[in-house]
């Protein structure tokens, strides 16, 4: 019998392990009545709103001292490696460890999915990437992958030295991705994450530009582990809850950890101009309160998936024609990437559930939402009850 336990508890463990999502907090803040914003969220308010783009997560869970995992952001249903898309990267603050950066700056395309995970698994997620680019049949003659891996630190609640993400994991991640809903809060990359002082984790949101903008989609995908003053809809909350850094004098709060920003629009933007939109997906980051600490690595990857402008990887053509979308009529793609950005940070706290880790030495608290609404309608910032 003793041994039918221990068997049923190690089968336990295997399943948590390889638990594609979680479930988190099923209302957003958008349940509740809090806005972000002028512009429209997509359907499903999520970066899958973008035709073709998948989403694939794994989540790791063993007890109080594994909690990490991998998400993957699959750009289109193609061959990416074949297909290559239009992309940009804007460093707000570099102390991370963003693989295939150099790359993806001199070209202006990204060749894989998009892979987040925690610090010490960057190598995982690229041996997992390469496995995944060349099982392809069509990519049978590739001897180069330039693969994309973003990270933070989730080393306060999960042994990040244990280093338990492998490049299986990441093949999961991408196998497993789909279109639809997409989990928050403890999953994926986002399980043993922290930010603005509760615990972070993955968050979603998109914006739909009216018909008379050309009717494209923007969607945002964030990995929280930052720090700040939390604000909602301009609202002080993380003040009014005691969150407060620099309280006073000499008052130096430890080091935070970093976030990841993944914005991909269907409209036809030059690579230059994907520079400029990711810049202002940072500016989301700092509505939700975030500042880029110096011990932040804080990245946004701008992608564009108009089929049009896709790169072959190989073609017989001279000179290409490429659609662009004018830079003078790029505001509401901005205003979209902002709004977005702060949304799905948000969003990412409101799904986050409290997490103990480090063998029960750390305790990452999730937000207080009941406390945060009667903050917002103190502020009168709830369009509705519900």
């Known amino acids: 019998m003793r041994r039918i336990v221990i068997c049923l508890e190690v089968f336990m463990v295997m399943l948590m392990a390889a638990a594609p999502e979680a479930q988190g907090q099923k209302m957003r803040p958008r349940d509740y009545g809090i806005s972000f914003g002028v512009l429209a969220p ?41 297909e290559k898309v239009p992309a940009a990267i804007f460093v707000a603050n570099g102390f991370g460890k963003l693989a295939g950066v150099t790359q993806v700056r001199e070209l202006g395309t990204i060749e894989t999915p998009v892979i987040l995970t925690n610090t010490l698994s960057i190598a995982a997620g690229l041996e997992g990437l390469i496995d995944y ?31 338990h993400v492998k490049a ?57 582990n930052f720090g700040g003053m939390l604000q909602i809809d301009g609202v002080p909350v993380g003040i009014e809850l005691g969150k407060q850094r620099f309280r006073s004098e000499g008052d130096v709060p430890k080091e935070d950890g970093s976030c990841m920003i993944v914005v991909i629009t269907d409209a036809p933007l030059s690579v230059r101009d994907l520079e400029r939109l990711a810049l202002r997906a940072s500016f989301g980051m700092a509505r939700a309160g975030g500042i880029a600490t110096n011990g932040s690595g804080d990245y946004v990857i701008a992608i564009s998936t108009a089929s049009e ?20 009529r790029i505001d509401i793609l ?29 305790r990452s608290q999730a937000l207080p939402v009941d406390e945060v609404l009667g903050i917002m309608r103190k502020y009168n910032r709830l369009e509705r009850e519900e």
Request: proline letters at 2%.
């Open 168 to 224: 299986g994991h990441v093949a999961e991640a991408i196998k497993s991705a789909k279109g639809g809903s997409v989990a928050e809060g403890n999953v994926g990359a986002g399980t043993g994450t922290q930010c603005l002082g509760f615990k972070g984790g993955i968050g979603t949101a998109s914006r739909l530009l009216p018909e008379s903008s050309g009717g494209f989609t923007v969607g945002v995908l964030v990995q929280t």
């Open 309 to 328: 402008n896709r790169v072959l990887h190989s073609s017989r053509q001279l000179v290409e024609d490429r659609r662009q979308f004018r830079s003078d």
């Open 42 to 82: 997509g359907s499903l308010n999520a970066i899958t709103d973008v035709p073709g783009v998948k989403v694939g997560q794994v989540t790791l869970r063993q007890g109080d001292t594994i909690n990490t995992g991998v998400t993957a952001i699959v750009p289109h249903e193609g061959n990416i490696f074949q």
């Open 133 to 163: 680019t060349i099982s392809m049949p069509e990519n049978r003659g590739v001897r180069s992958v330039n693969g994309v891996v973003g990270e933070t630190n989730d080393g306060g609640l999960n042994d990040i030295r244990g280093r």
């Open 334 to 362: 901005f205003q979209a990437a902002v709004e977005a950005t702060e949304e799905a940070i948000i969003n990412s706290l409101f799904a986050a559930e409290t997490v103990t880790g480090l063998n029960g030495r750390v």
